[in-house]
């Protein structure tokens, strides 16, 4: 606190130094400036008088509140002191003015400045953020400007001065046409044939001009199309000048020589001027072309690089691909007519169509082979632009890089494979399309279809109708209204050995879709003496076939090594020194692969412009009618495919394997135990049984049969085993199928289902190790002879007495029918006996005499019993032979035994206790009944075994094997086309494909108007 002494002067002086202040200074209040007593003193005159309540110490913290207040009027007593006082301080005064205006404009700037920020800052709120828009637009474009140096590109291009250097002197050329028409202005032919030239010129100009708008390669196309029409304006004439002169007259005047060598002198040198300037644009052209097709690349790549950041849009050309390709397996099946466009290339073989077709695509893509057939079925390539010169199959996911040697090789060698393997057996070519998708930087834009070569002759290892199988091939693509004909005619052989021409002449008369293509130029203007005979072949007087345009191409030196650039350089190389361009002969725009290109490539679009809509309108209807046809044969039934059908089947017959699984195990196993039974009873009872019952006592019959068992059990016996099992699964899996079938199933699946059934049991093999462990089990179950109560005593009589009185009923069928009827027969049904029945019957008689004489016979007759029952039937006058004796003997004493064997059964039935005590002090012998207990135990405990491997193990391997009987089936179509018929089936085809080539062609054509 500010601490003044007791001599302060007045009490203004002491509130101004309040508690409040907060600041300890000793300092004396006399020793204060005197500037601020005096702006406090003169408050108030008298000392006593205290500050205004409402004046806080908060004040004192504000420069404002030190500020000087309005002095108060002075008192009328205060005399001349108080006026001195005022006078004295009115420079105080004066600054403390001053002070308060830059207080006041300080405070206005930093009260404006707040202000303004924060206005900014609400301003700035209320924008929207813009980043979130960065979407719409590529991101190509955001980096472009890092990947591309446009100021380094601007550099590069020509400056216009030199452009204007190498544009021709017009006023020369000016001249020199002023004076060719001063030459032709005596003739009146003369004038309408540079008329229409100038019309001509004018409207190709207009054409060009809409086609090439900005940019300076198309200025320089445009410079080029003038001096072609310059060049034909004075081709024209020097024809009218040459027609327009006189008959040469037998002694010329010296002038009228001068005059006629200067005027050719003068035309020899415009066109000298007019080739040297097509060349130096020529090269201009190419070198601006390459640095655009580098720049494309780069924005393609670019491009492709943010494919997986943005939905993939396709291509027009791939849209209209697959049409096609649908389309191609649509005819295939279906036979309908497909009109869209596609440029199909035919040709003589060996006359370069392969090789026109690669040059086009810019890569060596196909196989090759001297003078023999390598074309063997039809090839659809689609040509489109790509960041990277790439191939690709239509049903292969393998990209092949063009540009890489090893790619290549694998790509003609997968061409000839697919080739090959499309020919059956017997044939020398296939009409099955290979389809083949090309695409790099700079490839013009269409779908071409190269053809088997059209032959004259069938060689020596060809099937006899190639020849007419080609010839009908090439008749189907060419028909079509929209196709455009692309035919390839060898320079290097004689015109008069064409074939292909003939044939194009007959599809097209024409020639508003051909196109004509001259190959091997270069061996042409070798070999031919006279070189206008190629002139006359690009004009179209040669061959009788129109055409809508003409040229001449050079397709390397016929060497397979040779690469595309090389055949490139070497093809301009011939055209820029050859004769036939340098005298007029050929037209610039006439001559190399890639004017050929640009042609073929803005022909199709306008064909396909002219004509997909029409197509569009042919399917409507079509779709309309098979929609029709449908909804009254089958209204109430889906619209399902062969392939859905399948996929419908295919969960059915799934279904009803899995139904194994919940068979009950008590059902397996009684089933099994019944299978099993019946398949080895006949072996039991006569091989096992029979025998030991002619023993004399229990123990060789019990000997007897433990060896025959255990002989049984180690050869046969788990390997009927196991038949029995596989043929219960079968007829258990057959048996599910029947009743799934009878719940409202659809027959349509019955051929499939049927199918899959056979297949999957011929593939299902049972596990070879449950045959050694089957053994180990029979076994040891058989072995066993401990009957342990009186149920199972019983149950085993019961199975004895069942088993007999079965064969027994079985040995008297058998005795009837080789007796004959009886009397009760005879009489009531009218029925008589056989001779041989009544042999037979006489025969039974005598042997049953026998039987009841001796009444434990044995089981065989001896020989003399045999003559002695031969002799007392031939004393009754019957002849018989011995060994119907023994066979008629055979069936009566197994009849004989059984109806014992029964009788013994029904004895043991109260011999359980003696089994007990092993029939000691008993007469009673059961061991047979102990034989059936054993038997009946093993056929339990095997029917048991293979229950538990049937569902534990066998049941999930047939489900296994159906499935991958069905995934088989899936993926044969010609397998699912003969098990799924029916012309519901084919309406459901035609209905899926028709709708589906509708709707692509919509997209196309939707596509297509907005590239217009």
């Known amino acids: ?12 002086c002491r509130n101004l130094v309040s508690s409040n202040m907060g600041v300890r200074v000793r300092v004396p209040l006399q020793k204060l400036h005197s500037l601020s007593c005096a702006i406090h003193h003169r408050y108030s005159r008298n000392t006593t008088t205290q500050r205004p309540p409402h004046r806080t110490a908060a004040r004192y913290f504000t420069s404002m509140s030190r500020l000087p207040m309005q002095p108060p009027k002075p008192h009328p007593g205060s005399g001349g002191h108080s006026y001195q006082q005022q006078r004295s301080f009115w420079v105080a005064r004066l600054a403390a003015r001053l002070l308060r205006l830059r207080y006041i404009l300080l405070g206005t700037a930093v009260g404006g400045g707040y202000t303004a920020k924060k206005t900014y800052d609400e301003w700035k709120d209320m924008l929207p953020d813009f980043s979130e828009y960065n979407w719409v637009i590529p991101d190509f474009v955001w980096e472009l400007s890092e990947q ?14 030199e452009i204007a250097k190498l544009l021709p002197d017009l006023d020369k050329i000016g001249q020199n046409f002023t004076f060719l028409k001063s030459l032709l202005s005596s003739e009146t032919s003369g004038g309408p044939s540079l008329k229409a030239t100038d019309s001509s010129a004018a409207t190709t100009h207009d054409v060009s001009d809409k086609q090439y708008k900005k940019g300076l390669l198309g200025e320089l196309i445009l410079i080029q199309q003038q001096i072609q029409q310059h060049e034909e304006e004075v081709r024209r004439a020097a024809e009218a000048n040459s027609a327009r002169l006189p008959a040469p007259e037998p002694a010329p005047s010296p002038p009228q020589q001068t005059r006629k060598s200067s005027d050719k002198e003068k035309t020899d040198q415009l066109q000298e001027e007019l080739l040297r300037t097509q060349l130096k644009y020529q090269r201009m052209l190419e070198r601006l072309e390459k640095e655009n097709k580098e720049l494309r690349k780069v924005v393609l790549q670019k491009d ?9 849009k396709k291509s027009l050309i791939d849209m209209y691909s697959e049409v096609l390709d649908i389309l191609s397996d649509y005819d295939a099946n279906y036979n309908t007519q497909d009109h869209l466009p596609r440029v199909v290339v035919v040709g003589d073989q060996s006359a370069g169509k392969t090789s026109v077709l690669e040059m086009i695509a810019q890569a060596r893509i196909f196989p090759r082979g001297s003078g023999e057939m390598m074309t063997r079925s039809p090839v659809k390539v689609t040509l489109s632009e790509g960041p990277h010169h790439v191939a690709m199959f239509k049903d292969s996911g393998r990209e092949f890089d063009l540009n890489k040697e090893e790619d290549l090789a694998a790509l003609r060698r997968e061409i000839e494979l697919r080739m090959r393997k499309s020919v059956k057996e017997g044939q020398t070519v296939s009409a099955e399309t290979i389809s083949l998708n090309v695409k790099g930087p700079g490839i013009q834009r269409m779908v071409l279809v190269d053809l088997p070569g059209v032959i004259s002759t069938v060689t020596t290892g060809m ?30 052989i004689d015109a008069e050995r064409s074939i292909v021409t003939d044939l194009v002449s007959q599809m097209d008369p024409q020639g508003k879709r051909t196109i004509f293509v001259l190959t091997k130029v270069d061996l042409a203007e070798k070999n031919l003496a006279s070189p206008s005979r190629i002139q006359q072949i690009v004009e179209g007087k040669l061959f009788p076939m129109k055409a809508l345009g003409y040229f001449a191409v050079v397709t390397g030196k016929g060497s397979s090594g040779e690469s595309i650039d090389s055949i490139k350089e070497y093809e301009e190389d011939f055209f820029q020194n050859s004769r036939l361009l340098r005298d007029g002969m050929l037209k610039a725009h006439q001559v190399t692969t890639k004017n050929l290109s640009l042609a073929v490539s ?5 064909m396909v412009r002219e004509s997909v809509e029409q ?6 209807a079509s779709r309309f009618n098979l929609e029709t046809e449908w909804k009254n044969n089958y209204p109430r039934l889906r619209e399902l495919d062969r392939n859905e059908l399948f996929e419908k089947a295919k969960n059915e017959i799934l279904d009803e394997v899995i139904s194994l699984s919940q068979v009950t195990p008590q059902h397996w196993e009684a089933i099994l135990q019944k299978k099993l039974w019946e398949r080895v009873s006949t072996h039991v009872i006569e091989n096992i049984y029979l025998p030991a019952a002619q023993t004399t006592d229990s123990g060789t019959f019990n000997t007897t049969v433990d060896i025959k068992l255990k002989q049984w059990t180690d050869k046969q016996l788990p390997h009927k085993a196991l038949e029995v099992a596989w043929e219960t699964l079968q007829e258990e899996f057959a048996r599910f199928i029947a009743e799934y079938r009878g719940k409202d199933q659809d027959d349509i699946f019955d051929k499939l289902k049927e199918a899959v059934k056979d297949e999957s049991i011929k593939r299902h093999k049972w596990n070879e190790r449950a045959m050694d462990s089957l053994r180990v089990i029979q076994h040891n179950a058989l072995e066993d002879r401990s009957i342990t109560d009186k149920p199972q005593w019983d149950a085993a009589i019961q199975f004895m007495e069942e088993t007999l009185q079965s064969r027994l009923k079985d040995t008297e069928s058998v005795i009837r029918d080789m007796v004959g009827p009886d009397w009760k027969e005879r009489w009531l049904h009218w029925r008589s006996r056989t001779p041989d029945q009544h042999i037979r019957n006489e025969t039974k008689n005598e042997l049953d005499r026998l039987l009841k004489l001796h009444d434990d016979h044995t089981a065989y007759l001896a020989n003399d019993e045999v003559t002695t029952v031969r002799k007392n039937l031939e004393g009754r006058t019957v002849e018989v032979d011995p060994i119907l004796i023994k066979d008629t003997w055979h069936q009566l004493y197994r009849r004989h035994f059984l109806q014992k064997a029964l009788t013994h059964c029904n004895l043991c039935k109260r011999g359980f206790y ?35 491997q049937l569902t534990n193990t066998e049941v999930r391997r047939l489900e296994k094997n159906v499935k991958e009987v069905l995934d088989d089936f899936g993926e044969d179509m010609e397998k699912k086309t003969q098990l799924i018929t029916g012309r519901r089936v084919q309406l459901a085809e035609d209905l899926k494909k028709v709708r589906e080539i509708q709707e692509k062609l919509e997209a196309f054509i939707e596509a297509l108007h907005k590239e217009k």
């Open 1 to 12: 606190m500010l601490r003044v002494g007791s001599k302060a002067a007045c009490m203004g």
């Open 463 to 492: 099937a006899t109708d190639t020849k007419e199988t080609i010839f009908s091939m090439s008749k189907a693509y060419m028909q079509n209204p929209n196709a455009i004909i692309l035919c390839i005619q060898d320079g290097s």
């Open 615 to 620: 197509q569009a309108d042919v399917f409507k």
């Open 914 to 948: 003696y089994y007990q005590r092993h029939f000691v002090d008993s007469e009673l012998e059961c061991s047979d009944v102990v034989l059936f207990w054993r038997i009946q135990r093993m056929l339990g405990i095997t029917a048991n075994t293979l229950r538990q």
């Open 148 to 161: 591309i140096d446009l100021d380094k590109l601007a550099k590069a291009l020509p400056e216009m001065e």
């Open 304 to 312: 492709d690089k943010g494919i997986h950041q943005r939905k993939v």
């Open 602 to 606: 803005d022909c199709f679009w306008k």
